[in-house]
């Protein structure tokens, strides 16, 4: 393919993850389950984890794209972009239930997908198992943040509580795929490094 024919492509998938709707071809978690009777400052804060946890499907497009663009290996590009396809799901989920929240999506987003696009391809281009071990780092802080989220919600809203759970499930699934194919384990400053990025965007996205 050439450059430029692959450089519209990745656009386009930028372009799509920004501003079309995401598509699923799996039930939304939790959808046929009735609307919580939350009160407002519940339902203020419910919306704001679900916007943080929209941030992370968005930052998981780029960040899948950014490695699989420098990435070496076929069978590894062929997880990152399986990978990218389950959380295009995610990303349809908690646009959903942000929507049904009465919530909206981070005024930031543009700027979250560039950082974690530039991220993605600097991955990718220390090799193939970084690639595949920063993958599997972020899941594992994905799923540990998710934990947190279903833990501070309203015991109230289990529609909420099923569609964490499930995609704590998906993300813990990318993990260990990630590990078969040869991951390395990154070092103690760099796993330090992500958490700490990782608190600044869900602080600001809480609210932002």
Not at 5 to 29: H, N, S, Y
Request: one cysteine or more; a neutral charge.
């Amino acid at each position: 393919m050439m450059f430029l024919d692959r450089l519209i492509i990745e656009l386009d998938r930028a372009l799509r993850t920004l501003a079309a709707p995401a598509r699923t071809a799996r039930p939304i978690p939790g959808s046929e389950l009735p609307e919580p009777d939350l009160d407002d400052s519940q339902r203020r804060h419910v919306g704001a984890l679900m916007r943080i946890n929209h941030v992370g499907e968005i930052c998981a497009q780029a960040l899948y794209q950014g490695q699989a663009l420098t990435c070496r290996d076929p069978s590894v590009r062929d997880a990152l972009r399986q990978a990218a396809i389950e959380e295009t799901e995610h990303l349809c989920w908690t646009a959903s239930r942000i929507g049904e929240l009465g919530a909206r999506t981070s005024l930031l987003n543009p700027l979250w997908y560039g950082g974690a696009l530039l991220a993605g391809v600097s991955a990718g281009l220390v090799g193939d198992k970084w690639n595949l071990g920063f993958l599997a780092e972020t899941e594992r802080q994905v799923e540990a943040h998710l934990q947190g989220h279903l833990d501070r919600l309203p015991a109230a809203d289990q529609k909420s509580w099923r569609l964490l759970e499930q995609m704590r499930q998906d993300e813990r699934q990318h993990a260990r795929v990630a590990e078969r194919l040869g991951a390395a384990e990154l070092p103690a400053p760099v796993r330090a490094v992500m958490r700490a990025s990782s608190s600044v965007m869900t602080r600001l996205a809480y609210h932002v």
